[in-house]
């Protein structure tokens, strides 16, 4: 079955470390994107991609990098620089469609 | 940038009653979407609906691009219709939707 792939669901971090969350989709999207939704919030745009080895920041992506070297992944990096990490993480391809992965919950300890 | 409104924001509703959810955008949209997104973080497509009417067995979904809103509409609710009720617009560049900060629908059995 096609569809997106996130991992981990759930992931703790100490405070200074960097952390990547993967996303993987098999659905032949060229577009990609990262999300970010805190309690009670919609979902914020953190970065998005439209073609491979090509990447443009949402806006909310201070604190955050990504890659995208191949067609089927799009990884986001939550770095040190972030000042308040913890919040549920979106990743969604799609041209006029988008369709989500199930999510990771980041906690910052 | 486009900005969302949806309302209401919170809804508490028994079994089987009929409930109606509103989306306003503040500019021409090229693509509206209607998610829903279930209790474990899961953001589901319900309608692709930039506008016109569409259906889908309890669900309809009306847009009306040139007065700026979308309706989305649950008749005869049942409890796993709860959950929280995003809308999400696209203005036609390459940076992804943008959300409404969603309705929480309650249905009490």
């Known amino acids: 079955d096609g569809g997106i792939t996130q991992s981990p669901k759930y992931l703790f971090r100490k405070e200074g470390q960097n952390v990547t969350l993967s996303c993987e989709q098999n659905l032949n999207h060229d577009a990609m994107y990262w999300y970010r939704q805190d309690p009670g919030q919609g979902l914020r745009l953190i970065y998005y991609s439209q073609i491979v080895n090509d990447f443009q920041k949402g806006d909310i992506a201070e604190g955050y990098s990504v890659s995208r070297e191949k067609k089927e992944s799009f990884p986001l990096t939550v770095t040190s620089a972030q000042k308040n990490p913890t919040a549920f993480y979106l990743c969604g391809s799609g041209a006029n469609v988008l369709t989500f992965g199930a999510g990771s919950r980041l906690t910052v300890l | 940038g486009i900005q969302v409104e949806q309302s209401p924001p919170d809804l508490i509703l028994q079994e089987g009653a009929n409930s109606t959810l509103r989306c306003n955008f503040s500019?021409?949209?090229?693509?509206l979407q209607w998610f829903h997104q279930n209790p474990w973080g899961q953001l589901i497509n319900l309608f692709y609906?930039?506008?016109g009417t569409k259906q889908n067995g309890r669900l309809s979904a009306t847009t009306v691009a040139t007065e700026r809103y979308s309706l989305l509409y649950i008749s005869s609710s049942q409890t796993t219709d709860s959950g929280v009720y995003f809308c999400?617009?696209?203005?036609?560049?390459?940076?992804?939707?943008?959300f409404g900060k969603g309705t929480h629908l309650i249905i009490q059995p």
């Open positions: 999400a617009v696209w203005g036609g560049g390459a940076d992804g939707l943008t």
């Open positions: 500019d021409s949209v090229n693509n």
């Open positions: 609906i930039p506008s």
